[in-house]
């Protein structure tokens, strides 16, 4: 069975930092592209980042280039996202994603990012 678990949101001050987590089961996260989203009250989801299965390449929306850095550890069969120099602009609950003929989804993780 497939599953995804987004943890590591929280409540921070502008500036400060988080690390998300994405732990699979019941597929390979280096098999296949895995990306992470947000979602603001008010907005559409977005996408935020992504990791390919094959080389490890990575893509970033403009809005968090240079501050967040997406990664994978096979053995753990996780993606994190470490979000920098964190925004209130930033707030959103976060979910991570994986598609494979068939869309998964986490259940989200809030971060606010606020004084």
């Known amino acids: 069975q497939v599953q995804l678990v987004d943890s590591g949101g929280g409540l921070v001050q502008p500036g400060g930092s988080l690390r998300l987590s994405c732990a699979a089961s019941g597929f390979t996260v280096g098999d296949y592209v895995i990306g992470w989203f947000r979602q603001a009250p008010g907005n559409e989801r977005e996408g935020v980042s992504c990791?390919?299965?094959?080389?490890?390449?990575?893509y970033y929306a403009d809005s968090v280039k240079g501050r967040f850095t997406i990664s994978r550890d096979n053995a753990k069969n996780t993606v994190y996202l470490q979000m920098n120099s964190l925004k209130p602009e930033d707030t959103a609950v976060y979910y991570c994603?994986?598609?494979?003929?068939?869309?998964?989804w986490g259940q989200g993780t809030q971060v606010t990012v606020s004084s």
């Open positions: 994603r994986a598609d494979f003929g068939t869309t998964y």
């Open positions: 990791i390919s299965s094959s080389d490890g390449s990575t």
